[in-house]
Each structure stands twice: as C-alpha cells, then as structure tokens.
T-cell receptor, first 112, second 110 residues
C-alpha cells in the first residue's frame, strides 16, 4: 500500500530558486495537509485542503503556494526559496477532519 | 497558551520501566484524540486512538479525561525500540484541523 507519496525525498536549492514539492495519496481521502518541521521542533501547518478545489492557510503560509490538482494530489510551491525555508516538509491526508492523518515520509529541503 | 501542551522531556528510563506521558488541551469542544510516534527525522506514525473509556494495545494504554481536558499514554515494560518522540494530537478544534503537540522525547536505556 503506497498511502501518501512525496517527491522528491531530498533537494538542495540556492536562494531565490523555485521548486514544487509533490504529494499524492491513494486512500481516496478528502483532506490533505502540508507541514514543515524544523530540527528539534514540532510540526507547523503551512496549508491545507479540505476538499478538491479548496485550500486554506495554516500557521506559517508566507513564502508558499499550494495547488489541489485533484482529489489525489496536493502540491506545495516555493516561488523564491530562502534559507529560512530549510526544513523537512511532510504531506498528510485524512478522510474526515476528526480522523487520524496519514503522513508521507517527507522531503528534506536545504536552501543555501 | 498553546492549544495542546506536552512536557517535552526528555524522559530517560531503563529497560523494563513504566513511563507515562500527559497532554493537556484547551478546547473543550475537541472531538477526537490520538497518540503518534515519531522516530528521528522520520514521519509521524499513528500509535493509537484515545477513547473516553480508555483503551489498551499490548504494552500501551491511552486514557482521556474530558473533564480535566487531558490525555495520557502509559508504556509498560519499556523496550529499547520504544525510544522516540510521542506526539499528542487533538482534532475538532481550529476549523476542524488537527492540532499536534510538540512531542515528548523518550529514551529507553539498557
């Protein structure tokens, strides 16, 4: 069972470059989420999507954009990467808000 | 005050010990509760759901106290492999999104 798949697993960028992190789930879940986790810190919600076609800001949305392409896919874009965005990014999904979230194995992003 | 608060630890215990973690939440309207486990630099994984009646899964017992707004996780007969960070999760707050605690770190030593 694939569950939640994130690509790429690792990426190094230079300041000012742009890139898109991809996330896909095969569990027919309605809601999808993007988090970042800095070393030694907790998860912080960047954006979420309660259903196809809708997106909402989380706790730390500045510097990011998202697209809920269809029910399966939810991408996160960094338009102009900054060193402060160096982090591990996790995508998650669940069927309903009250259900547990399932996580992908993360993208480790370094910005020089 | 954070919506979900956990003692960050670290908790350092010997193998075979019993250890308990608590987590408090601020929104009395919270709907559901979970414990996750996160290994170093890996994704969080669901450990168990938490029900009002309390629930047990092998060496792990979770309990919910709605009146006092806290949940707990008890680990009996600790194993080296239990070393991880344990995250408390509360849903039904903040427009339906889940709120994750910052985690409690457990190290089980030989």
């Amino acid at each position: 069972n694939a569950g939640v798949t994130q690509t790429p697993k690792f990426q190094v960028l230079k300041t000012g470059q742009s890139m898109t992190l991809q996330c896909a789930q095969d569990m027919n879940h309605n809601s999808m989420y993007w988090y970042r986790q800095d070393p030694g810190m907790g998860l912080r919600l960047i954006y979420y999507s309660a259903s196809e076609g809708t997106t909402d800001k989380g706790e730390v949305p500045n510097g990011y954009n998202v697209s809920r392409l269809n029910k399966r896919e939810f991408s996160l874009r960094l338009e102009s990467a900054a060193p402060s965005q160096t982090s591990v990014y996790f995508c998650a999904s669940n069927g309903q808000d009250w259900q547990p979230q399932h996580f992908g194995d993360g993208t480790r992003l370094s910005i020089l | 005050r954070k919506e979900v608060e956990q003692d960050p630890g670290p908790f350092n215990v010997p193998e075979g010990a019993t250890v308990a973690f608590n987590c408090t939440y601020s929104n009395s309207a919270s709907q559901s509760f979970f414990w996750y486990r996160q290994d170093c630099r890996k994704e969080p994984k669901l450990l168990m759901s938490v029900y009002s009646s309390g629930n047990e899964d092998g060496r792990f017992t979770a309990q919910l106290n709605r009146a006092s707004q806290y949940i707990s996780l008890l680990i009996r007969d600790s194993k080296l492999s239990d070393s991880a960070t344990y995250l408390c999760v509360v849903t039904g707050t903040n427009a339906g999104k889940s709120t994750f605690g910052d985690g409690t770190t457990l190290t089980v030593k030989p």
